[in-house]
């Protein structure tokens, strides 16, 4: 079974550039997670989709991160314009459902975000 | 005081011995409780996870749940360098899927 994909791997942009991730979920996960992961710290959920709406984007900084899944599978996550603090690296997962008893999520690789 | 707290190490231990990789918490809405493993440069991959208080083995791996006292574990028993990774520890209530990591403990087993 493949597992989640991701890119591009690493990205290098400036501040007030703009950027925008890709992610692949696992065949038939209907939930679809972004995180950001910055250096030192645990991954924070920033927006959570089931299927091609959305579940929670309580954490997602409106003002400049967007994200989609429009046709339910794929989904990208933007930022625009990008600032210095949001060097992380951004993480895709999957589950299969996202209610009742704990559905495990699947990890991408990442992808690795340095704003000089 | 944040939600999840996890010593960030670094931990480094000889090979073969055992680990033990702490976390506490204050939201007592927690009820599944998992530890991930994270290599560098990698994402993070699901090692255990627990419903509630009590005791889970699996292989060399033992985590540890008390809700009383709102603090899990993870033992590692015969520690190997191949072990040598961040471990997050996370949780989430019953109704919904918002995980909260821990900002992780990095370890090193050295051969």
């Known amino acids: 079974e493949a597992g989640v994909a991701q890119s591009p791997r690493y990205k290098i942009i400036e501040k007030r550039q703009s950027v925008a991730f890709w992610c692949n979920p696992i065949s038939g996960h209907a939930t679809l997670y972004w995180y950001q992961q910055i250096l030192g710290q645990g991954p924070k959920l920033l927006i959570q989709?089931?299927?091609?709406?959305?579940?929670?984007d309580s954490q997602l900084p409106k003002d400049r991160f967007s994200a989609e899944r429009l046709k339910g599978v794929d989904s990208t996550l933007k930022i625009q314009p990008a600032k210095l603090e949001d060097s992380a690296v951004y993480l895709c997962?999957?589950?299969?459902?996202?209610?009742?008893?704990?559905?495990?999520?699947?990890f991408g690789p990442g992808t690795r975000l340095t704003v000089l | 005081q944040k939600e999840v707290e996890q010593d960030p190490g670094p931990l480094s231990v000889p090979e073969g011995a055992i680990v033990s990789l702490n976390c506490t918490y204050s939201n007592s809405a927690f009820q599944y409780f998992m530890w991930y493993r994270q290599y560098s440069r990698k994402g993070p991959e699901l090692l255990m996870y627990?419903?509630?208080?009590g005791n889970k083995e699996d292989g060399r791996f033992t985590a540890q749940v008390d809700k009383s006292s709102k603090y899990i574990s993870l033992f590692i028993r015969d520690s190997q360098p191949s072990d040598s990774a961040t471990y997050l520890c996370?949780?989430?209530?019953?109704?919904?899927?918002?995980?909260?990591f821990g900002a992780g403990t990095r370890l090193t087993v050295k051969p």
């Open positions: 989709f089931q299927n091609n709406g959305v579940v929670d």
């Open positions: 627990t419903y509630s208080s």
């Open positions: 997962a999957s589950s299969l459902a996202p209610m009742g008893p704990y559905n495990e999520q699947f």
């Open positions: 996370a949780m989430k209530g019953a109704n919904n899927n918002d995980m909260r």
